[in-house]
């Protein structure tokens, strides 16, 4: 009894934290997916100071390059509770980080699933974040793009458009009941990165390298991130068995519709779609996207937030104050699906 | 005593890792600390093609911009054993993933330090991963530095030099007896980012701002990360309580040497050096400024791998195939300085 009792204390002071409700990860690690090689010749040789103050070393920048490969994270709860992994992807000018804490502080989506026992995989789209970027016009043709600080602000309908960013919070104009927690505004710019424009294919090669490691999975993505799970899992339907897609920003193949009737997908959308200029636009496209894949014999699904009664959210819903209640939304269309154990 | 052994069961079931040797965290996430906001004005209307056949939009490029910030990602272990925690800074053209899994698939530092029972923060230097980085050349004045793939193989110390990288594993030329895994070396490359040499002080503005928010603690610095460490403890002498300088690629300041005067401090070196035609003059340097600290009363401590029976080390240790050992002489350092429980 006593020596029960010795055990019994050893185990809980080595790590059961799930019992205080907080996380417990028993392995994690991290790896490079994709990319390729790429040979430089006819550059001019660059003088180069690497530190101030120090003698210019000449660089020649002829030679092999590796470029396009994607970094990837990747977190295994105690217990696993998910019969597939679940691939994380990122939207436009974002990174991974996307689905860490939140900007205020909250608890991110990454944390929330792996609490639910999935094995998560959250990755850094190729030329973002810890995927490196290659050199420009010479590999990349063009140039990137950064987005000023008010720009996602009025775009992802957090304010109420043109005009209502403002860098002191108590001066920003919210959308009514908006869920995007302010003071965590300033946080999230600092979580943009640069992004091309012309990048899609190797952006897709690197996501079906992933998924051909580590497939058979779900894949849940958000925003740029849509358009990309739809075109990997349309030509890997045996390794993506399902899809969540957190407002995509575009659809897949239309011609390949089909690929996809045997794949479990849902898309979800937030609050203040209708008054948006572009996202009545961007949903109606893949309304009808969907119609295809049914039209195919599949069973797409389409959750519109507020109509299930949870509303005032962004596009960057993973971050808005009820995160959460749209992480159970997806946590429960999973279960529905029997893919946990 | 049948409960009794009820509740074991649940407890054992429930994320004991570490009694299988694996990992135990109780909790994780990530922030952004520091940068900046830098206006840009006068620059020309850029039309963007934001997909594949889109309509080309209209961008204006002028306008306010987050810069410089620094992406921060921590780990806490079930059972803490480190009194402070260790945060870890990587090298040039590199990110955190420095030490995260080794490119051979190996466990890397973070994981390691975490099974000790320290509370690890992880970060992405200013303009490198998922810190972001900045429009050159209207914030950044200079352009980036790429790496050829044979660049670090040759000048880190895995191979005898010039001319000792081949794309084929058989055929390159390792030093004699070399610990770096020649087959991770391709996955090694795709680690890499492209680095700014003009950026060293919104580098070290941004690790002080990571030191004012989580010190005290312990700071481990590799090759470029050194100089930034030994800088950052300068200035803040009472946050930065000990530094493990692995091959620091430079110095701090050392008309202030005295700042560090009642910092533990070990700098760590692999093998090859005295061969190679850059580090013993490196080596050298912080020999000086160790006898600086030294004559302000200071005790700054130098480890010659070779020279304490560890030998094949290159410039990368902690991604070389012995890195546990080289973890095992810093954590046995730590010990030694009082900073575990």
Redesign the interface.
């Known amino acids: ?1 006593k020596r ?2 010795s ?2 204390l050893v ?10 409700g ?11 997916v994709g ?1 390729r ?1 790429v040979t430089l010749t006819g550059l001019p040789i660059k003088e ?5 103050g120090g003698v210019p070393a000449k ?1 020649d ?1 002829n ?4 470029v396009e ?1 994607m ?1 990837v ?1 990747y977190f295994v ?3 696993e509770k998910g019969k597939l992994p679940l691939l994380m992807w990122h939207g ?1 000018g974002l ?3 996307t689905y ?2 939140k900007p205020d ?1 909250g ?2 989506w990454v ?1 929330y699933f792996i609490k639910q026992g999935w094995t998560v995989y959250n990755s ?1 789209a190729a030329e973002r ?2 995927s ?4 420009f016009p010479e590999v990349t043709k063009t140039a990137p ?2 987005l ?4 996602p602000f009025e775009r992802f309908r957090i304010g109420t458009g043109a005009g209502s960013y403002n ?1 002191d919070v108590a001066k920003m104009k919210p959308m009514p009941g908006a869920q995007f927690p302010l003071e965590g505004y ?2 999230f ?6 992004r091309w ?2 990048t ?1 294919a190797p952006t897709i090669a690197a996501y079906t390298a992933l998924v051909d490691k580590v497939c058979p999975c779900i894949v849940l993505a958000h925003s740029q991130g849509g358009p990309f799970a739809y075109q990997v899992a349309q030509a890997r339907p045996d390794k993506v068995k399902a899809l969540v897609l957190v407002e995509p920003a ?1 659809i897949g193949d239309a011609a390949n519709a089909a690929a996809l009737k045997n794949t479990p997908n849902v898309s979800i959308y937030g609050d203040f779609i209708d008054g948006d200029s572009r996202w009545p636009t961007i949903r109606a496209n893949n309304v009808k996207f969907q119609a295809s894949i049914r039209a195919a014999g599949g069973s797409p699904e389409l959750i519109n937030l507020p109509e299930i009664g949870i509303k005032g959210n962004s596009h960057m819903m993973m971050m808005d104050k009820n995160s959460n209640d749209i992480a159970a939304v997806i946590q429960k269309w999973l279960e529905g699906k029997g893919l946990t154990k």
């Open positions: 009894m029960i009792f055990v019994l185990a809980l002071a080595s790590g059961c934290a799930t019992q205080q907080g996380l417990a990860i028993k392995d994690m690690g991290s790896f490079h990319g090689e180069v100071v690497f530190a101030a660089i920048p030679g092999v390059y590796q490969q970094y994270q709860p105690a217990v436009g990174t991974g980080v860490e804490t502080g608890e991110g944390n850094d974040g810890r490196g970027w290659a050199m793009v950064f000023t600080k008010e720009n860098k300033d946080n710019t600092k979580q943009g990165v640069p424009t012309s899609d575009g």
